[in-house]
């Protein structure tokens, strides 16, 4: 049955691919960016899919907005918080700025965005919050201290809403991708890719943003209704938890 999905930072990367599949499997979906203009309108050309401009760290940014999709499209039945930004540097080299940066928008955001639609759901009975993690939030990494922290947030955020929302029938979940094939990494120099990085994966191989969205549409489905405060890692065998 279609819903109402909204994804954030869903015009580019792991977001775009998620923004797609939703849409492939039926529902009417929407997606947030932050700033790259023109990648969300070619986004949008392509897909058809409507892009709205806002931060997630915003939260009366994020509340009108997501009225003005709840107005335009209808009630929003699932939500995929994947904005997220990385602020790099060793921890003696880690500004306030910089760590507050991240921490607001990939912790507090997941807050800003989804305080807004909570009481809609549990008015209707019905939703599915698909929080994306990281890796990193499960093992920590060198010079991420500050995205580390943040995503090991979300998972305590998935664990402790998912209590909350069982009983109104709304499903909280996440997903940790481990080095997925997106421009940011394809990006890292070929040699640290295939000599430090792939190494570590035991299959051998960048994940596929296209695999973490099957992983997100099995979640929103009424199929996954029995699944709620489960973390799914999806690294390549790269790390157990």
């Not at 929080?131 to 955020?157: C, M, R, T, V």
């Not at 421009?183 to 299959?203: N, W």
Request: hydrophobic share 40%.
């Amino acid at each position: 049955m279609s819903k109402v999905a909204l994804v954030t930072g869903g015009s580019r990367g792991i977001g775009a691919a998620i923004s797609k599949a939703l849409q492939h499997a039926g529902h009417t979906v929407v997606a947030t960016y932050a700033g790259n203009d023109d990648a969300a309108k070619a986004f949008t050309a392509e897909t058809g899919i409507k892009t709205y401009k806002w931060s997630v760290a915003d939260y009366d940014a994020c509340a009108a907005g997501i009225r003005q999709i709840e107005d335009e499209v209808g009630p929003i039945a699932i939500l995929v918080n994947n904005a997220g930004i990385t602020r790099d540097a060793m921890f003696h080299k880690m500004t306030p700025q910089q760590w507050k940066e991240v921490i607001d928008t990939n912790l507090t955001g997941l807050f800003n965005m989804t305080h807004p639609v909570w009481s809609g759901m549990r008015d209707r009975k019905f939703g599915r919050i698909i929080n994306i993690s990281s890796i990193n939030g499960q093992k920590g990494q060198a010079g991420q201290a500050n995205y580390s922290a943040a995503k090991a947030g979300d998972l305590g955020f998935t664990k402790a809403l998912a209590q909350e929302g069982a009983r109104a029938g709304i499903t909280v979940n996440a997903i940790c991708p481990g080095y997925i094939a997106t421009e940011m990494v394809k990006a890292i120099d070929e040699k640290v890719l295939a000599d430090r990085i792939i190494p570590q994966i035991p299959v051998g191989r960048l994940g596929e943003p296209e695999e973490i969205a099957r992983a997100v549409v099995f979640l929103a489905s009424d199929d996954a209704g029995f699944i709620t405060g489960s973390t799914i890692s999806a690294n390549g065998g790269q790390y157990f938890v």
